[in-house]
């Protein structure tokens, strides 16, 4: 949108170029146009016979390299570059508007001190007047950081010219962020297969699990006479290959996690108890039993 606002308001002055034949009036086309609220882009009028022309006068020549700076340099070209155009209020405010796009590709070169510095600023007061102008104006999509000192610049309109020599970088630049996008896409896709790999596995142990279930139904189903022990025990031995495969390792006879517990094989102890002699009581029975030790019946212990 900003970009067809400013050849719309660049289309007046390159209708006036077809009159300027003069150097002095294409010149002041220069100036007019670069003065103006609404005009950024300036390839166009760059590119007429009428302003190349002034590459041959020597009064006015200076003219054409200001409307090449306008059109894709900043505001450090200008003033390394002597011999130049004063500039109008209006014309120093849109070149540092037009700068601040250049550079706004490299974050280190918008804080505070550094846009004080590339802009000839005379304070970070005026840092932060530029840059509400440019964000009202539409250029930029900007916000202060007056406490770090830093500008942050989300986007940029798409309101400077290419500088000659400039396509080949360009192309450079495009062909790396191409390359990173290629090789996260190829991360993402294996990354996906190794999800959708997983997920299968599970979905196949499910489906095993449940036909192993479905098949122990059935059985006893077509059996309702079988001891219920026997299905018990044939329901836990599922179970058990179901966790050792899931575990990955077999279990040894100890420690086999079975279910069922085989009770045939408890120990049993008896222990008869210790007779006493005919007329003794209970109360001398300590001193009976450690003076007739021999009349203590041995304990016997069944295995």
């Given at each position: 949108m900003?970009?067809?606002?400013?050849?719309?308001?660049?289309?007046p002055f390159l209708t006036l170029t077809k009159s300027a034949t003069a150097p002095?009036?294409?010149?002041?086309?220069?100036?007019?146009a670069t003065s103006h609220p609404?005009?950024?882009?300036?390839?166009?009028?760059?590119?007429?016979?009428?302003?190349?022309?002034?590459?041959?006068?020597?009064?006015y020549g200076s003219y054409l390299n200001l409307l090449k700076i306008f059109s894709y340099g900043t505001y450090a070209d200008y003033t390394s570059i002597p011999n130049l155009p004063p500039l109008s209020d209006a014309q120093g405010l849109k070149l540092r508007q037009l700068s601040l796009l250049t550079l706004a590709k490299n974050p280190h070169n918008l804080s505070y001190a550094a846009l004080q510095?590339?802009?000839d600023l005379s304070d970070v007061r005026a840092v932060e007047d530029l840059v509400i102008s440019a964000t009202y104006a539409g250029l930029v999509d900007a916000q202060l950081d007056p406490r770090n000192g830093v500008v942050h610049i989300s986007s940029v309109a798409p309101l400077r010219d290419l500088a000659p020599g400039s396509v080949p970088s360009m192309l450079n630049t495009l062909?790396?962020?191409?390359?990173?996008?290629?090789?996260t896409l190829d991360d993402l896709e294996a990354q996906i297969a190794g999800i959708k790999a997983e997920a299968?596995?599970?979905?196949?142990?499910?489906?095993?699990?449940?036909?192993?279930?479905?098949?122990?139904?059935?059985?006893e189903e077509k059996n309702?006479?079988?001891?219920?022990?026997?299905f018990g025990h044939l329901q836990s031995n599922v179970l058990n290959r179901t966790l050792a495969r899931i575990q990955g390792q077999r279990f040894g006879k100890r420690g086999s996690g079975s279910l069922d517990a085989n009770t045939g094989d408890d120990e049993t102890m008896d222990i008869d108890e210790v007779e006493l002699d005919d007329g003794e009581g209970a109360g001398s029975s300590?001193?009976?039993?450690?003076?007739?030790?021999?009349?203590?019946r041995a304990s016997r212990r069944k295995l």
């Open positions: 900003e970009q067809s606002k400013a050849l719309n308001a660049l289309e002095r009036a294409a010149a002041d086309l220069v100036a007019r609404n005009t950024y882009v300036f390839a166009e009028l760059l590119h007429t016979p009428q302003i190349q022309a002034l590459s041959n006068s020597p009064e510095k590339s802009l062909r790396t962020w191409s390359g990173r996008c290629t090789t299968a596995r599970r979905h196949n142990e499910k489906k095993e699990w449940e036909e192993e279930q479905a098949r122990l139904r059935e059985a309702p006479s079988q001891n219920p022990h026997d300590n001193s009976a039993s450690s003076s007739n030790p021999e009349k203590k």
